[in-house]
Each structure stands twice: as structure tokens, then as C-alpha cells.
């Protein structure tokens, strides 16, 4: 039985060991500033075992950072992520971004002081579109599925149908909705969603949230379709009648940012991503 256990140590992070009592892995690695802490976290729970693998999502630093930490901490651990994720860690611009958004959360957190590993950020295994990673008796499908990054992966576990999602689907919000999350391409959201339908999924792992299970499996993946189409209907036709920007956003954060969203989700964080989101359906259905 694969045992899924929170590992988050704040807040807006996402940290979850899958483990099977045989093969451990992590399942995003949330932030720098709370990697330390992540690390021995994990530490105090395997104990003597080893963590097998990291499987990274995609290259946002809410997700990736932690990942130095931990691998400093378990060196024989592999580090799993996209090849275009793999390209990002490389590059200079985007760790400095990276370095950026982590030192202003961590700052707004309290934590003004902390040791940074970003330069030690790596992937051991860059994976590819229905590539499968023996872990133990586990085994998992990885899917690109794009929509919130290029470089979005979800992991199936084969024997278990347990989905390991990526924010492509949408960010569950802990009551009755799908938060869509589409920062290059709602139409490879709507691709990656009817890609996950196909699935025989029995659990989901939300990013950010965690287990999704029984009668709501299939709710989530109606919803996340359902709340991604609907908000696309909700900004091409406010653009075509002339509504503002600021005003779509104001409907986009009336209907989605409250509960356990608001609780998670900075408020600068959600104010950029839904303007760049507004920005990129204009363009996707203007070329139509």
C-alpha cells in the first residue's frame, strides 16, 4: 500500500513523500528558505532508510528550490524533471528569478536569514514525454502535460492509480472548485486535462493541496475542465464587450481567490498570474 504523507513545512509549499515501505520519494520540494527544515523532516521519518527519488513538477521555485536541500541531505537521491526544466535550472536569468521570489517569501515569512543552495539546484534523470521510472515495485508513467509551464510533468503510477497532477490541471481548492492555472497555453491545459481523463486514476495528489480520493477523483477532473473552459468564455467575452483588464481579473479572484486558496496563494502571486493568464487567452483566441 503506497502510504502519502505531508511533508510541507509552510504554507504555499508543495512536499510529499510517496512512500511504499520499500522505495521513498519526494514529490516536489517547495521552497528554499524552508529547505533546511524539509530536509529534516524527512530525515526524522525514514530514519535509517534512504529517499530513492525527487520528482519535481516543473521548474517554479515553489517547487524546485527545497530540492538542494534535500539532495545535500540524501546524495544518493535522484533528482527527476523535465528536459526543458532541466535546460531552466541552467540558466542564469531564471535561477536569479528564482532567487528573487524565494528571498521576498521568505522575508514576508519571517525568515531573514537562511543559507542558499540554489546553485546546487539539479536533475539526474531529464525525463521525457511517456518516459516510465521503475521506483521498487512501483512504477510510473511521466506525462508532459503543459498548460501552467512547458516543462509541467504528472507522474501515473501503473499498479496503484495513484496521479501524481501538476498544476496544468488546475489547483484544487479544498471545498467545490478547480482553480485554473494556465501561464503559457490554456489550450494545452484542455489538452492535458483530456489527457489525465483518459487515465485509469483511482487517487490524485494536488500540488499545493494533497489526496483527492473516492467520488471527488472524478469530480476534480470534470471540474478542472469545466472551470478552465468557463473562464476562458468569461474573458473572451469580456474583451469583446469592451470590459478591462483589471475588471476580468476582479471576476477571475471573486469566483477563485477565497479559502484555502487565499490561505496558500500570495496575493502578488495571484494578482501577476491571472493578468499574464488574461494576457495569454487574448492572444491564444485573438489568432484563432
Same mark, same amino acid.
Given at each position: 500500500?503506497?502510504?502519502?504523507?505531508?511533508?510541507?513545512?509552510?504554507?504555499?509549499?508543495?512536499?510529499?513523500? /510517496?512512500?511504499?515501505?520499500?522505495?521513498?520519494?519526494? +514529490?516536489?520540494?517547495? @521552497?528554499? @528558505? *524552508?529547505?533546511?527544515?524539509?530536509?529534516?523532516?524527512?530525515?526524522?521519518?525514514?530514519?535509517?532508510?534512504?529517499?530513492?527519488? =525527487?520528482?519535481?513538477?516543473?521548474?517554479? +521555485?515553489?517547487?524546485? #528550490?527545497?530540492?538542494?536541500?534535500?539532495?545535500?541531505?540524501?546524495?544518493?537521491?535522484?533528482?527527476?524533471?523535465?528536459?526543458?526544466?532541466?535546460? =531552466? @535550472?541552467?540558466?542564469?536569468?531564471?535561477?536569479?528569478?528564482?532567487?528573487?521570489?524565494?528571498?521576498?517569501?521568505?522575508?514576508?515569512?519571517? !525568515?531573514?536569514?537562511?543559507?542558499?543552495?540554489?546553485?546546487?539546484?539539479?536533475?539526474?534523470?531529464? %525525463?521525457?514525454?511517456?518516459?516510465? =521510472?521503475?521506483?521498487?515495485?512501483?512504477?510510473?508513467?511521466? %506525462?508532459?502535460?503543459?498548460?501552467?509551464?512547458?516543462?509541467?510533468?504528472?507522474? @501515473?503510477?501503473?499498479?496503484?492509480?495513484?496521479?501524481?497532477?501538476?498544476?496544468?490541471?488546475?489547483?484544487?481548492?479544498? *471545498?467545490?472548485?478547480?482553480?485554473?492555472?494556465?501561464?503559457?497555453?490554456?489550450?494545452?491545459?484542455?489538452?492535458?486535462?483530456?489527457?489525465?481523463?483518459?487515465?485509469?486514476? *483511482?487517487?490524485?495528489?494536488?500540488?499545493?493541496?494533497?489526496?483527492?480520493?473516492?467520488?471527488?477523483?472524478?469530480?476534480?477532473?470534470?471540474?478542472?475542465?469545466?472551470?478552465? %473552459?468557463?473562464?476562458?468564455?468569461?474573458? *473572451?467575452?469580456?474583451?469583446?464587450?469592451?470590459?478591462?483588464?483589471?475588471?476580468?481579473?476582479?471576476?477571475?479572484?471573486?469566483?477563485?481567490?477565497?479559502?484555502?486558496?487565499?490561505?496558500? +496563494?500570495?496575493?502578488? !502571486?495571484?494578482?501577476?498570474?491571472?493578468?499574464?493568464? /488574461?494576457?495569454? =487567452?487574448?492572444?491564444? #483566441?485573438?489568432?484563432?
Amino acid at each position: 500500500m503506497i502510504q502519502i504523507t505531508d511533508m510541507r513545512v509552510h504554507p504555499g509549499d508543495s512536499a510529499f513523500l /510517496i512512500d511504499d515501505g520499500k522505495t521513498a520519494l519526494l +514529490y516536489d520540494s517547495g @521552497f528554499g @528558505f *524552508t529547505g533546511e527544515k524539509l530536509a529534516r523532516k524527512l530525515r526524522q521519518h525514514l530514519g535509517s532508510r534512504k529517499l530513492d527519488y =525527487i520528482f519535481l513538477t516543473h521548474s517554479h +521555485y515553489d517547487h524546485v #528550490y527545497g530540492s538542494a536541500y534535500v539532495a545535500q541531505a540524501f546524495p544518493e537521491v535522484q533528482v527527476c524533471a523535465g528536459e526543458y526544466a532541466a535546460k =531552466i @535550472f541552467t540558466k542564469p536569468g531564471a535561477k536569479a528569478t528564482m532567487r528573487e521570489l524565494d528571498t521576498k517569501m521568505a522575508r514576508s515569512c519571517g !525568515a531573514l536569514s537562511y543559507c542558499d543552495l540554489l546553485d546546487k539546484l539539479r536533475v539526474d534523470i531529464p %525525463l521525457q514525454d511517456g518516459q516510465v =521510472i521503475d521506483a521498487g515495485e512501483m512504477s510510473f508513467l511521466c %506525462l508532459n502535460l503543459m498548460g501552467h509551464t512547458k516543462c509541467s510533468f504528472s507522474f @501515473f503510477e501503473q499498479n496503484s492509480g495513484l496521479f501524481l497532477a501538476c498544476e496544468s490541471m488546475g489547483s484544487y481548492n479544498g *471545498t467545490d472548485d478547480v482553480v485554473p492555472e494556465c501561464l503559457v497555453s490554456s489550450k494545452m491545459s484542455l489538452e492535458s486535462i483530456e489527457k489525465m481523463r483518459k487515465l485509469p486514476i *483511482t487517487r490524485i495528489l494536488s500540488p499545493h493541496y494533497g489526496v483527492i480520493e473516492g467520488e471527488k477523483v472524478g469530480w476534480f477532473i470534470s471540474r478542472a475542465k469545466e472551470s478552465l %473552459l468557463s473562464t476562458v468564455k468569461m474573458i *473572451t467575452d469580456g474583451l469583446k464587450n469592451g470590459e478591462s483588464k483589471e475588471a476580468l481579473a476582479q471576476k477571475y479572484k471573486d469566483r477563485f481567490y477565497h479559502g484555502y486558496i487565499k490561505e496558500v +496563494y500570495p496575493v502578488d !502571486a495571484m494578482n501577476l498570474n491571472t493578468r499574464i493568464m /488574461i494576457d495569454l =487567452i487574448e492572444r491564444e #483566441y485573438s489568432e484563432a
